[in-house]
């Protein structure tokens, strides 16, 4: 087929034009450059897209999935002479179900509106990957998690169904607005995760739960990292089930509360000898409840080496919250070359930052992070301009944290980004295995090839 | 292969004889006669299980995997011919790591044991499908559910890495001690749940938590199950996270009540009006907090509807939950013909009630039941002794749920049971997608066939 001729399909099946636009090609990654597809197609109907992925098998033309674009991985940025889907008109939030505590949404609607939906019913969607304009299809792409993960798991944990489109044409629904079944293969948790390469979602069934009214901060300033990290699992284990558990190095948190102009109350002195922070978060049916177990937080925190604990004013915790949000766009203002989130067990924090520090200086190479501490998520800003020497660091921190028994990305995916190391890390017979997953789902290969595989 | 030269090769592998004994091809499944298997290995190591499967392969034998026999789907029983790998040496706890919150297991370790060891570090392993004995292999093998689930999830929800044989003879291992990742696609969740059809599990890493210690149980009877079934989306939505909500209509609990020689001190005049009951457990971190949540419930239990709510003491409670767990015999001691498992949102269980009641009289059949109500999943007794008509019943069953946006099976999985519905019923693109995926992993078709597929 001529690309005029898949121009003219791909228009008769959704009736508009293919001409891309100079945002349908790139994500927010730092290290893969955009690319301008040759269509771009904004479908209004599963229909609609399942056709497209037909044309786009039976032509053996590429095929990249398109929300927000606000993705670290690279993974929507499309094929060269390859069809963009982009799902800004499948931005609906089909319905907010009170009685089985669900949402059905379309794949583009953002987390932004989610939230405002189900606050109308008192309901919320957990799952918190900091970034608001970011679509629900690409969080299922990728597996997004984010600060409250420790507590509420992560966007896994909340899709209970899909409808989605397979690239040999069909539409098919997994699952449905109940947690458990043993029906099958787990066909929705096999997609949730896999990056836009083995089928498109049309439409998710996510599970919501009761908003709780009252809710904390608790920040801790420590000596050092190491006293932070050891903290975590004991904080985990308190049972005081704490919403968010991040840690924030004191580099880092100086940039962000700078960028933010952000004043958290914290005396000079302590300021100053704090190397490393503890964000906790708790929440709790009545304020009583919560009072007593910020109490029993700070006082553990105190036990296990904290210089203080404060208890943030309901404004600054927003604030603080929302710039460590935004730490990736401070390190990208700040000159990072990279940010990479590798994930290890948490316990196997202290001894990962030892070999990140090592990694760091055996290659001259500047590295600071924070990170979702409770899951043991560690968001790392490598700040390294020779692509070589780059390359290696990434290459041994991966490394070091597939030996301490961690993957090598806990939430922004592979995608193009780290593709390469991860066909060289990653063990060949789960790689040749997932190879045969890929080929079953996309006999012709047309679902964003070169990502992930 | 000759089946002599296979028996040689299977006691050069395991270091054992490969004669089956009367209890290695059936399980607990009321419609599956048992079968004897032509061989049976008792491997002590992964690197032996990845052998047996590999010289299968070659030879071209079906392999079925065995954990305690506790199914109820068939899923156990052997094909003609075939070998039995039986995971009763494979039965160790090897971990119980208090940091990281996990447990890691061998798959012959049954729920018991677990239990046992995880109290010794105040941690719990929240999944209980209530046959205690059966095995974590098992469990995961069928994605266990059980009474907790509407608080803590399944067993899908607790398995965060696998070590697993492929049938090809390699040895993976997948996700790990970690609640997320973005890494490739999820093998873990794909081998959960697939009914030993596609690899074999050989170690599992669970997710703990921290024990509980103040619980407490409420009985209330209604006037009918209609009015329960309205009951349960506001208590879930109470925020009050019960652990446990079960529905138990009036002729099971007289029956489970009867068995056990259970007095739960309802008075005989509410007794005799009492058509259906729920079961609410909760649980807290303070017997203050949960003499408040338990007011709370028993009121608004009353506001629903409820003829009254009785906390039942300690002793009364374990024994009801464990007559309960134990439905299932005193159906079958009852003379059922068939006991299955549906799930449908749990809006949906008043409409699926009375369709059940439909379905049972149009066909002069008598079907009793209980369930997880907060999860929608409801098992049947259904007594019709004609094989053809309770196949007829079952399909209209079935059939109903799906039509209400259920499934087949919650969590007694499909196996050789259910085999036949599962295939008339569902959308024929996911099971060809199913088979392409199930062939992918198991080229050569050895793994439990005539099993879900």
Avoid: W
């Avoid at 953002?110 to 957990?126: F, K, M």
């Amino acid at each position: 087929m001529t690309d005029a001729a898949l121009a003219a399909r791909l228009t008769e099946i959704t009736g508009g034009p293919t001409t891309p636009g100079p945002d349908d090609g790139h994500d927010e990654c730092l290290t893969v450059a955009g690319r301008e597809p040759a269509h771009v197609v904004r479908p209004e109907t599963a229909e609609q897209v399942a056709a497209v992925l037909k044309a786009a098998s039976e032509a053996g033309t590429p095929v990249t999935a398109r929300g927000s674009g606000t993705g670290l991985s690279g993974a929507a940025v499309p094929s060269p002479g390859g069809i963009v889907v982009s799902f800004e008109r499948m931005n609906a939030v089909l319905e907010i179900d009170t009685d089985n505590h669900v949402a059905v949404v379309q794949p583009g609607v953002t987390l932004q509106e989610l939230d405002a939906r189900t606050a109308e019913h008192g309901l919320v969607y957990p799952v918190y990957p900091g970034e608001l304009s970011a679509s629900l299809g690409g969080n299922i792409a990728t597996n997004a998690g984010g600060m409250r993960a420790v507590k509420h798991g992560v966007t896994r944990h909340h899709v209970l169904g899909l409808q989605a489109a397979l690239p040999t044409g069909e539409l098919i629904r997994t699952g449905g607005k109940f947690a458990k079944a043993s029906t099958g293969y787990d066909l929705t948790q096999l997609i949730v995760g896999s990056e836009g390469t083995l089928a498109l979602v049309t439409e998710a069934v996510l599970k919501l739960q009761p908003r709780v009214a009252h809710q904390a901060t608790v920040l801790a300033p420590f000596a050092g990292l190491p006293e932070v990290t050891r903290a975590v699992p004991r904080v985990v284990g308190s049972g005081l089930q704490p919403q968010v558990l991040e840690y924030i190095d004191g580099m880092t948190m100086a940039a962000i509360t700078h960028t933010a102009d952000l004043q958290l109350g914290i005396p000079d002195a302590v300021r100053e000898s704090a190397q490393a922070y503890l964000v906790v978060v708790l929440d709790g049916r009545t304020q009583e409840r919560l009072d007593e177990d910020v109490e029993a937080v700070a006082q553990l925190l105190s036990e296990l080496g904290a210089v203080d604990a404060y208890v943030l004013p309901a404004g600054s915790a927003r604030k603080l919250i929302e710039a460590r949000e935004r730490a990736f766009y401070t390190a990208k203002a700040a000159g990072a070359d990279d940010i990479i989130d590798t994930v290890i067990p948490r316990a196997a924090l202290p001894e990962f930052m030892t070999r990140v520090t090592a990694i760091a200086q055996a290659h001259q190479t500047f590295v600071i992070g924070c990170g979702h501490a409770g899951d043991g998520n560690v968001h790392l800003a490598v700040f390294q301009k020779d692509t070589a020497t780059r390359s290696t660091v990434l290459h041994e921190l991966f490394a070091a944290a597939m030996a301490l028994g961690g993957a090598i990305s806990g939430e922004h995916g592979i995608g193009h980004a780290k593709r390469e190391h991860f066909l060289a890390l990653e063990d060949p017979a789960k790689v040749e295995l997932m190879r045969r997953l890929k080929q079953a789902f996309d006999p012709a290969g047309v679902l964003n090839p070169g990502v992930l595989l």
